[in-house]
């Protein structure tokens, strides 16, 4: 009889914390409801203590999408409090709560000696830290979580005896994280292995992996945790997630699915739902997926060989494993075009995975419009950065009301730009070294500022002369930095607009939000 393993999203808090993926409220409501279509056990909204921007976005998550909501929180008080108060409007929730238990955490993170002056000492504090957080957690939900982080480089034996009092004290599910990516596979195996043989209540908490793929392993140890007892896998939308990511939800799913044979495990992942999933995570994190990532890259289901061509046509099965329908990779392309009506458009926005309303469509068949007139066809690709460019443009506090740009080979490169800011139309000339420095010139003039940009990366959504360019501008600001991205068939406008973007992140995160005060640990 098959067993079930449960699956828990974090691509909206460890995912999010990848460099270079930042995602505003929209966005991340957005992902929240295509993830809700794949049937996932847990999604973990996010970190709601880190940021006020953080704690809104887990609100509405547990406001506007169903199932069971997590909310994460440090082993304290003030965190778990603030993770509750932000989780609580969910129809389901679930407090999960870390602390560092392996030494080089203790030395690093713990090294102040109110937490003890030995190792010894340490580990009896955290210990009672964990558990203290859990019972708190506790008096607001049954579902309690615990994460003993680095558990990867945690001594096994301490391993076992805060994990046993993690689930005295009420968790009902003991995650194992592997941090830094360091285990391997049979180690980390052997490491679940230990907790089901040494723990004596283990039996009343279910056992979860957290892997990360800094040795590109994040998969295979978690296949390893559940063939050791594990039955709970945390995973990412495309393995994104802190430096090198996390286990990806799509590799460990279709896994469990292709080989039922081999491992006799199910999930209840409506799997056609993966591929949508993937492309809204791509394009509003700007965080390209390799063509040969499996199962949502683009050569996952492409036969380049005359032999594999030949071999397909005659019997599929002869080199493809599970088939692109079974992942909803869509089998033909669709092209709309100016003549195509509104509600065309929906049922193909629909199918896409984007939800439209009755004001919200008006809209988006305007730009639908002035885009068709620009490239004549419109390709699936496009209509993603049309809906993806809907969701990042509201609350915008700066807008692009006009560009204009001059150059030639023998002139000084000059731009032109009026800007609404607050109700106020701003507008400034400036030059520059080519025509995107005079355009961010301009719009420093105009808002009186001068940034740091730290990255500028430019590339074509779609193939062809009309191709949309997509331009995302990193601006950073102190120890922070902000991303904008903008797309248009015109690169210099969509720079001018990343950039804005960028810049308004900035203004709302620093100046109009109080960010809520992180105490350095632990
Ligand atoms: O990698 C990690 O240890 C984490 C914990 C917060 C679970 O993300
Ligand atoms: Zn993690």
Same mark, same amino acid.
């Given at each position: 009889?098959?067993?079930?393993?449960?699956?828990?999203?974090?691509?909206?808090?460890?995912?999010?914390?990848?460099?270079?993926?930042?995602?505003?409220?929209?966005?991340?409501?957005?992902?929240?409801?295509?993830?809700?279509?794949?049937?996932?056990?847990?999604?973990?909204?996010?970190?709601?203590?880190?940021?006020?921007?953080?704690?809104?976005?887990?609100?509405?998550?547990?406001?506007?999408?169903?199932?069971?909501?997590?909310?994460?929180?440090?082993?304290?008080?003030?965190?778990?409090?603030?993770?509750?108060?932000?989780?609580?409007?969910?129809?389901?929730?679930?407090?999960?709560?870390?602390?560092?238990?392996?030494?080089?955490?203790?030395?690093?993170?713990?090294?102040?000696?109110?937490?003890?002056?030995?190792?010894?000492?340490?580990?009896? !504090?955290?210990?009672?830290?964990?558990?203290?957080?859990?019972?708190?957690?506790?008096?607001?939900?049954?579902?309690?979580?615990?994460?003993?982080?680095?558990?990867?480089?945690?001594?096994?034996?301490?391993?076992?005896?805060?994990?046993?009092?993690?689930?005295?004290? $009420?968790?009902?599910?003991?995650?194992?994280?592997?941090?830094?990516?360091?285990?391997?596979?049979?180690?980390?195996?052997?490491?679940?292995?230990?907790?089901?043989?040494?723990?004596?209540?283990?039996?009343?908490?279910?056992?979860?992996?957290?892997?990360?793929?800094?040795?590109?392993?994040?998969?295979?140890?978690?296949?390893?945790?559940?063939?050791? $007892?594990?039955?709970?896998?945390?995973?990412?939308?495309?393995?994104?997630?802190?430096?090198?990511?996390?286990?990806?939800?799509?590799?460990?799913?279709?896994?469990?699915?292709?080989?039922?044979?081999?491992?006799?495990?199910?999930?209840?992942?409506? !799997?056609?739902?993966?591929?949508?999933?993937?492309?809204?995570?791509?394009?509003?994190?700007?965080?390209?997926?390799?063509?040969?990532?499996?199962?949502?890259?683009?050569?996952?289901?492409?036969?380049?060989?005359?032999?594999?061509?030949?071999?397909?046509?005659?019997?599929?099965?002869?080199?493809?494993?599970?088939?692109?329908?079974?992942? $909803?990779?869509?089998?033909?392309?669709?092209?709309? $075009?100016?003549?195509?009506?509104?509600?065309?458009?929906?049922?193909?926005?629909?199918?896409?995975?984007?939800?439209? !309303?009755?004001?919200?469509?008006?809209?988006?068949?305007?730009?639908?419009?002035?885009?068709?007139?620009?490239?004549?066809?419109?390709?699936?690709?496009?209509?993603?950065?049309?809906?993806?460019?809907?969701?990042?443009?509201?609350?915008?506090?700066?807008?692009?009301?006009?560009?204009?740009?001059?150059?030639?080979?023998?002139?000084?490169?000059?731009?032109?730009?009026?800007?609404?800011?607050?109700?106020?139309?701003?507008?400034?000339?400036?030059?520059?070294?080519?025509?995107?420095?005079?355009?961010?010139?301009?719009?420093?003039?105009?808002?009186?500022?001068?940034?740091?940009?730290?990255?500028?990366?430019?590339?074509?959504?779609?193939?062809?002369?009309?191709?949309?360019?997509?331009?995302?501008?990193?601006?950073?600001?102190?120890?922070?930095?902000?991303?904008?991205?903008?797309?248009?068939?015109?690169?210099?406008?969509?720079?001018?607009?990343?950039?804005?973007?960028?810049?308004?992140?900035?203004?709302?995160?620093?100046?109009?939000?109080?960010?809520?005060?992180?105490?350095?640990?632990?």
């Amino acid at each position: 009889m098959s067993e079930k393993v449960a699956i828990f999203d974090t691509t909206l808090r460890d995912g999010e914390q990848s460099p270079g993926a930042s995602l505003n409220i929209h966005e991340k409501v957005e992902i929240a409801r295509q993830l809700e279509k794949l049937n996932l056990d847990v999604i973990e909204a996010g970190f709601p203590v880190s940021s006020s921007v953080q704690f809104e976005a887990v609100e509405r998550v547990a406001g506007e999408v169903s199932g069971t909501i997590a909310s994460l929180a440090r082993a304290v008080e003030k965190d778990v409090k603030v993770a509750y108060d932000a989780v609580k409007g969910a129809e389901r929730f679930r407090i999960h709560t870390f602390l560092g238990t392996s030494d080089v955490h203790l030395k690093g993170k713990f090294s102040d000696n109110r937490y003890g002056m030995s190792l010894k000492e340490k580990r009896e !504090t955290i210990l009672k830290m964990g558990c203290d957080a859990v019972a708190y957690a506790k008096t607001f939900t049954d579902d309690v979580e615990f994460s003993p982080e680095d558990a990867g480089r945690t001594d096994t034996t301490f391993l076992c005896e805060i994990i046993e009092a993690a689930i005295t004290a $009420g968790a009902t599910t003991v995650n194992i994280p592997d941090t830094t990516g360091y285990t391997m596979p049979d180690e980390f195996g052997r490491k679940i292995a230990q907790l089901k043989k040494r723990v004596p209540n283990i039996d009343d908490a279910v056992i979860s992996a957290h892997c990360h793929d800094d040795l590109g392993l994040a998969v295979a140890n978690s296949l390893s945790a559940v063939m050791n $007892g594990a039955r709970q896998v945390e995973c990412t939308i495309n393995g994104i997630g802190e430096r090198a990511g996390n286990a990806s939800l799509e590799e460990i799913v279709m896994a469990l699915k292709v080989r039922r044979d081999f491992w006799d495990f199910h999930t209840d992942i409506r !799997t056609e739902e993966i591929f949508n999933t993937s492309v809204m995570v791509s394009s509003f994190t700007g965080m390209i997926v390799q063509p040969n990532k499996a199962i949502v890259g683009e050569n996952a289901f492409a036969h380049e060989s005359g032999i594999h061509q030949d071999g397909v046509l005659k019997l599929k099965e002869t080199y493809e494993i599970m088939t692109p329908e079974s992942v $909803g990779v869509p089998d033909s392309k669709i092209v709309l $075009g100016r003549h195509s009506g509104r509600h065309g458009l929906q049922a193909r926005l629909k199918q896409l995975g984007y939800s439209t !309303t009755k004001e919200n469509l008006d809209h988006i068949y305007e730009d639908f419009l002035i885009l068709a007139d620009k490239k004549k066809e419109v390709f699936d690709d496009d209509l993603r950065v049309l809906m993806g460019d809907e969701v990042s443009k509201q609350d915008e506090p700066y807008n692009l009301e006009y560009l204009n740009v001059m150059l030639g080979t023998s002139a000084i490169p000059t731009a032109t730009v009026r800007l609404k800011t607050n109700d106020k139309i701003v507008e400034e000339s400036a030059t520059g070294d080519g025509p995107v420095d005079a355009c961010f010139n301009a719009i420093d003039r105009a808002l009186e500022t001068k940034s740091h940009i730290e990255s500028y990366q430019v590339r074509s959504i779609t193939s062809g002369r009309q191709a949309q360019g997509e331009v995302l501008v990193r601006v950073r600001k102190g120890d922070l930095s902000f991303v904008g991205k903008g797309f248009s068939t015109d690169i210099i406008e969509a720079s001018a607009i990343a950039y804005l973007r960028a810049l308004g992140e900035q203004y709302v995160m620093t100046e109009k939000r109080e960010f809520l005060e992180m105490a350095a640990t632990p």
